[in-house]
């Protein structure tokens, strides 16, 4: 097992474990649930309930992820802003579901997100290629996706919802990207490039689904959603450059 101690103290750490215990909400009652819901003009009801129930498997997913990250990295300012995540995503997870029990409805867990879940757990290489895959590329997704939705899902209820965690999961993003930024120069050019070809192997998989199989009325035409797709992933790519992973050339001939 790989055990990571930083050699120094780093204030930016800190300063996201204060801004996490300073943010912490109940998902109970800080989100009026007396609002009632809006549906999506554009949205058929059971895919509604389809859309939500990934976000929520989303969570749970995240979940794993860091459980397994705490057994590889000992440094306790790090496990603290893991667990504190933990804490985040589980509230998460639990406002969807009650989200989902409003809307009356709730789909199983897509099995592209599990096949890529999987894998992830997985992976055999440094552990900065999982926190590569998920802080950076499946939460900026997230994110990106939140913050779509927002416009396209016109319910006061969702809304409320969408802000709240919308902010945990930048500041879930903020972590990956200072912990990646200080760790990833101690690897060498070969493991930075299999961790690349990692990542890019699950957003294919994973969004090969979005474009073939997941098909829902009204959920924009095959040539959008390709464009959709595509956008996320140059998005993605200029943060995997931003982190240090590698350079535009390098992942071009990756
Ligand atoms: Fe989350
Ligand atoms: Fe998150």
Not at 9 to 21: K, V, Y
Not at 81 to 101: G, K, N, P
Not at 135 to 163: K, W
Request: contains cysteine.
């Amino acid at each position: 097992m790989n055990h990571i101690v930083s050699p120094h103290h780093d204030h930016r750490f800190e300063n996201l474990s204060e801004n996490s215990i300073s943010n912490q909400w109940n998902a109970d009652t800080d989100i009026d649930w007396s609002i009632g819901i809006k549906r999506p003009s554009w949205l058929l009801g059971r895919f509604h309930g389809a859309l939500i129930s990934q976000f929520k498997f989303g969570e749970l997913a995240t979940i794993k992820v860091c459980q397994s990250l705490l057994k590889q990295i000992s440094d306790p300012s790090i496990r603290s802003l893991l667990e504190q995540q933990i804490a985040d995503e589980t509230r998460h997870a639990h406002v969807y579901d009650r989200y989902l029990f409003r809307i009356g409805d709730d789909a199983p867990c897509d099995q592209a997100m599990l096949e890529s879940v999987n894998r992830i757990l997985q992976w055999h290489g440094s552990h900065l290629g999982i926190i590569t895959a998920v802080h950076i590329v499946l939460e900026g997704e997230a994110l990106r996706t939140l913050q779509d939705l927002a416009d396209d899902i016109p319910c006061p209820l969702f809304s409320q919802i969408n802000i709240r965690i919308s902010r945990d999961e930048a500041r879930h993003v903020a972590f990956g990207k200072i912990y990646l930024l200080r760790h990833l120069p101690t690897l060498s050019l070969d493991e930075r490039i299999e961790i690349f070809r990692f990542v890019r192997n699950i957003w294919t998989d994973c969004t090969s689904n979005i474009l073939n199989g997941f098909k829902i009325p009204g959920f924009v035409s095959g040539h959008l959603r390709r464009c959709w797709v595509d956008a996320g992933w140059t998005r993605h790519c200029r943060s995997m450059v931003d982190i240090g992973l590698l350079n535009e050339e390098q992942m071009s001939r990756a």
